[in-house]
């Protein structure tokens, strides 16, 4: 699905509009903009999630919180889900703004909307002083049919981003990925590593864990493996392996189960499944080893 970027303004009329920043595009984000994707597709209109680059944290906390997704991983499962634009703007331009200034100058004047769909406790404006009973109570005015998507929930625990983050540092890979709707895992070019694992008959592709992307307990995973469109299972280590090594440089190595290719170079995607154990020192490498194996018996 093409769908076309933006990071400034620029006139799209009467469109169908999702609002909010959709970090990891979970569950409950992608029942906002699909459901904005649908109206417009009912109503023959084009279809736009506005959102930002970088989250309001930025902004109002000085810091930068770890996302969910990276980038390029929230683009394209923004297009995924059937999106015609994507404006991606800057928070701090627009963050003083009234409520008032950002739906007229903003939202009004550049996409006359003809439908705006948020989640339920969507916000903007300085001061927060934008929210949906705000939406709701200016829609007439402002020519456009308000929804609010109801909180979404997996069992009894609402979806968040939070929530899903919260799940992720604990290690307990299952829950997010429940919420999420999906594997959370990173992409990455193999990089060369010390070659250990070739040694003691384990070999590892070796990507990057991304620097802004929230951080998951040292440990050993079930993961599965996206390369050249085929997936294969496998066992991946993220940690400083300190069995083997004297630095506290965290990388992550995946033992790709049935395949002998050397990738390096080349693109993988490795998602994470569920946690096998949390990184520990053996005290040999015939232990290591057969800590190894046993990992990958058990996602055989």
Do not use: W
Request: glycine share 8%.
């Amino acid at each position: 699905m093409y769908m076309e970027i933006f990071s400034e303004l620029i006139k799209k009329e009467n469109l169908s509009l999702a609002l909010g920043f959709f970090d990891g595009v979970h569950r409950g984000h992608r029942k906002v903009i699909s459901s904005a994707v649908n109206y417009a597709k009912i109503n023959g209109l084009k279809s736009a999630v506005i959102t930002f680059k970088n989250h309001p944290f930025c902004y109002f906390r000085k810091i930068e919180p770890k996302y969910i997704l990276t980038e390029s991983e929230r683009r394209k499962k923004i297009a995924d889900l059937g999106a015609d634009y994507l404006f991606e703007l800057d928070f701090e331009k627009i963050a003083s703004m009234s409520a008032k200034d950002y739906m007229e100058n903003i939202i009004v004047k550049n996409f006359s909307p003809k439908s705006i769909f948020t989640g339920f406790n969507h916000c903007f404006g300085k001061g927060k002083s934008g929210d949906t009973k705000f939406l709701a109570d200016n829609a007439e005015k402002y020519g456009y049919e308000y929804f609010m998507i109801t909180p979404q929930k997996f069992g009894e625990e609402l979806i968040s981003s939070t929530i899903i983050r919260k799940y992720l540092k604990e290690g307990n890979i299952k829950k997010a990925n429940q919420m999420l709707g999906d594997n959370f895992g990173i992409d990455g070019c193999v990089v060369k590593g010390r070659q250990l694992g070739r040694q003691i008959g384990f070999k590892t592709a070796n990507i990057i864990m991304p620097e802004r992307i929230v951080e998951i307990p040292f440990g050993a995973y079930s993961t599965s493996v996206i390369y050249k469109d085929k997936t294969y299972k496998g066992v991946t280590n993220y940690g400083i392996r300190p069995t083997v090594n004297n630095t506290n440089t965290a990388t992550v190595e995946t033992h790709i189960l049935d395949f002998d290719k050397d990738i390096y170079g080349e693109n993988i995607r490795v998602e994470f499944i569920n946690m096998l154990r949390t990184e520990k020192r053996f005290s040999s490498l015939e232990d290591l080893k057969t800590q190894i194996a046993n990992d990958i018996n058990s996602v055989l």
